[in-house]
C-alpha cells in the first residue's frame, strides 16, 4: 500500500515523492478509466451519455468478497456522473452498500445479459468470470486488469 510505504518513510525522515507520484496517478485512474471508455464508444458512434456500461468486478481484488476501498466504487461514480447507466457483475460481491442505498449485482452473467450493453469495463481480475464468453458476445470490452490476454479473438477488446 503506498499509503503506508509513504507514511511509514515520513516517520522516519525519508521523502517519498516517487511513491506520491505513484498515488497521485492511481487516485486519478477512475476518472482515466471513463475517459478512455468514452474514446471507446464514440468509435462505435455512441456517447457515453445513455449508454449502458457493465463492470465486471467490484472486489477490491481478485477473488474476495471484500469491496471496501475498491477503485471500481469510483469508476462506477464517475460513470454515473456522465450520465451513463452502470450495472455490475461480481461473483463475490452480490450486493454492496452505496452509502444508505444497496447496489445489486446482475444475477448472472450470460451471452444474453451482456449484449444488453454498450460498453463491459474489466474492473477486478476474478479467475470464476468467462470473459471468453464475455468477448465473444461483440460488445466492446475495455480490460483494465489483462485478464484477455490469451484471448486469439481481440477485436473488440482495449486493453488499459
Known amino acids: 500500500d503506498p499509503y503506508y510505504l509513504s507514511w511509514k518513510a515520513r516517520e522516519y525522515g525519508f521523502h517519498t515523492s516517487m511513491i506520491e507520484s505513484s498515488m497521485m496517478i492511481n487516485d486519478r485512474m ?14 462505435f458512434q455512441k456517447a457515453l451519455n445513455g449508454s449502458r456500461v457493465l ?12 469491496y471496501r476501498e475498491s477503485p471500481a466504487l469510483r469508476v462506477i461514480e464517475e460513470f454515473r456522473k456522465t450520465g ?7 461473483p463475490y460481491v452480490p450486493k454492496y452498500r452505496d452509502g444508505s442505498v444497496w447496489q445489486e449485482s446482475i444475477p448472472a452473467l450470460t451471452p444474453e445479459a451482456v449484449k444488453g450493453y454498450d460498453l463491459v469495463c474489466i474492473t477486478t481480475a476474478h479467475t470464476t ?7 465473444s458476445c461483440g460488445v466492446p470490452v475495455f480490460d483494465c486488469k489483462n485478464v484477455c490476454k490469451d484471448l486469439a479473438n481481440r477485436e473488440n477488446i482495449e486493453v488499459l
Do not use: C, F, H, W
Open 55 to 66: 463492470l465486471l468486478g467490484v472486489a477490491y481484488k481478485q477473488d474476495i468478497d471484500d
Open 30 to 43: 477512475p476518472e482515466y478509466t471513463v475517459e478512455r471508455s468514452s474514446k471507446i464508444l464514440n468509435r
Open 129 to 135: 468470470v468467462d470473459y471468453a464468453m464475455t468477448v
Open 84 to 90: 451513463a447507466e452502470v450495472d455490475y457483475y461480481d
